[in-house]
């Protein structure tokens, strides 16, 4: 069975890239002509690229203004944080600090320091490591539990914000004929250098076939998109702060990773004058927005 393998090869390949000379040979990049398969893209409606050998899957390059990149990044740490609602991966392992005074807000206010305990008798661990490494994911509107791979009684569920929602069912209406496709649950993924995602396929959602829409901010990454199985090699595409892209058709149930995530890449509009906290850290993640239809 050598080919069951296929694509953790290439998760592989890339997860062990060195930072100072990735081989990005093989990488498309929407941004760029010159890159691998470039000339295999297709603009198939205004701002929206296809591959012919990745079906189904729409690249949006660069459709976030800077502004609302980081409007929607401050919204997640600001808002949407502060939310006990609103699960992460740290939920279960730590008495988090939640309304005004919460995990961004005491990071931010030199607070860092502060240890936090955990719920069961393993470490209290400091604001400042649990911003910078621990925070792996948040959810929110309906929260998706990893564990159980399933979505919980919607009625227990938080609202979608209302901006983040009218701002990705435009894309999407925009970009596909879902004309109705509704931001019902959200992932947020966080990433530092040298965290990845391994291969998976999204399919806890009621219907495989309305689109998903992912879309990245901060640090450029590797992205692989296979197939229906794990024995196709599959494609490697970069993506940079502003771009998102959406998975519909056959690429909708498609195994895909997140296998490098490219250091000082983040782009100097992400920067703001007097904010040296949040500079130090945006330019250290990539922060991802995952959001998905869940019922029907
Ligand atoms: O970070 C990404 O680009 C992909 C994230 C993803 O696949 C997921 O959250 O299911
Ligand atoms: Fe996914």
Known sequence: MENENVFRLSEKFYKKQPDSGIDLSKVLDASDENSFGFEKLQETKP????HEEMPGLLILNK???PETQLDIVKCILERQLSDS?????LSPFYELPHGEKNLWTMYKNGEDNVAIPPTGSSKPVTVKNLMEKKLRW???GEQYNWTTRVYPDPATAPPFPEKLGHLTEELVHKATEFKDWKAEAAIVNFYSPR???SGHVDDAEDDLTLPLLSMSIGLDCIYLLGTETRKDVPKAIRLHSGDAVIMTGLSRKAYHAVPKIIPNTAP????LKDEAVWNQWIQT???NF???QVRV
Do not use: H, M, P
Request: hydrophobic letters at 35%; glycine letters at 4%.
């Open 47 to 50: 701002g929206v690229w296809e």
């Open 63 to 65: 459709c976030l203004a």
């Open 85 to 89: 609602r609103n699960k992460s991966n």
């Open 138 to 140: 948040i959810t929110f």
């Open 195 to 197: 965290d990845t995602l």
């Open 268 to 271: 100097s509009y992400l920067q």
């Open 285 to 287: 993640k990539r922060v």
């Open 290 to 292: 995952n959001i998905r």
